[in-house]
């Protein structure tokens, strides 16, 4: 089997939740890791999750995947996710997708954590 | 096709090799005249086409060939790329892109080459295997998000 890359996210404690900051192309590769680390940040039932996506010039369906599974899991535990900070590329693969419209998506860092 | 590739690429199924595909396909893209938008589209075409055969073709084995073919079309200007496997064949009327009001995770790789290349064709290879032809034009119309 193809071995899953891993990918590196820094991570910020907010009042009411955490912000997860992914760096590099997200692709088949690497998706597994990110699902893995955004499923181990829902265990610890955060009422806010922010990904931050600004040092992710590039995702492929299997990124998208994993955030629509982030999405998922955070309406099913009552949490609000928050995507900010796209790069043009990501931003481009959303709208494709129709998907712009169903995630919460704000400029940056600051306004996730007050929206 | 009536005439040789003007570059080839044989890979193994492997996902640690798509970067590096793309990084070689942006470049060529760019050298036949797409802009960056453009060849991060044709980027994210082939990168979806590779992840499905390595992921349903291949079910997700890395010991796996791929074959890649690109040309430089002229008249009308743009690029051909051929992707080539031994995959599982599956029966190209069957390979659409899912509907995008169903909100889950997946089956956007289809949706995602169709949107972003002019002209799409899978088929089934006489000696096995699958092939899929993506052609994108220089000048076309600019990809749209979904309606």
């Known amino acids: ?115 | 096709m009536s005439h040789s590739p003007d570059l080839s690429i044989q890979m193994l199924s492997r996902t640690s090799l798509l970067a590096p595909v793309r990084c070689m396909l942006v470049s060529f893209a760019e050298r036949i005249g797409f802009d960056e938008t453009a060849s991060g589209h044709i980027a994210l075409a082939v990168d979806e086409a590779l992840a499905n055969v390595i992921r349903h073709g291949y079910s997700g084995r890395d010991d796996c060939r791929v074959w890649l073919h690109f040309w430089e079309l002229h008249e009308p200007a743009g690029l051909r790329i051929v992707v080539e496997d031994y995959a599982r064949q599956v029966d190209p009327e069957l390979i659409r892109g899912r509907d995008l009001s169903d909100i889950r995770p997946g089956g956007l790789g289809v949706h995602l080459i169709r949107s972003t290349m002019d002209s799409v064709r899978f088929e089934k290879r006489r000696e096995g295997g699958m092939r899929l032809t993506l052609e994108k034009l220089l000048g076309a119309a600019p990809v749209q998000s979904a309606a």
């Not at chain 1, 820094?10 to 699902?35: C, F, H, N, T, W």
């Not at chain 1, 481009?92 to 998907?99: A, D, H, T």
């Open chain 1, 1 to 115: 089997m193809s071995k899953s890359v891993s990918v590196t996210i820094q991570s910020e404690k907010l009042p009411d939740g955490v912000v997860l900051a992914p760096s590099g192309e997200i692709d088949l590769s690497r998706s597994p890791s990110m699902r893995a680390q955004v499923a181990e940040v829902m265990k610890t039932a955060p009422k806010r999750l922010v990904i931050d996506l600004s040092g992710v010039p590039y995702m492929d369906s299997s990124g998208v995947a994993t955030l629509v599974e982030a999405l998922q899991s955070t309406r099913k535990c009552g949490a609000k996710l928050l995507l900010c900070a796209l790069t043009p590329r990501v931003r481009s693969i959303l709208e494709i997708s129709r998907l712009d419209t169903v995630f919460t998506i704000v400029a940056d860092r600051a306004a996730a954590s007050s929206d």
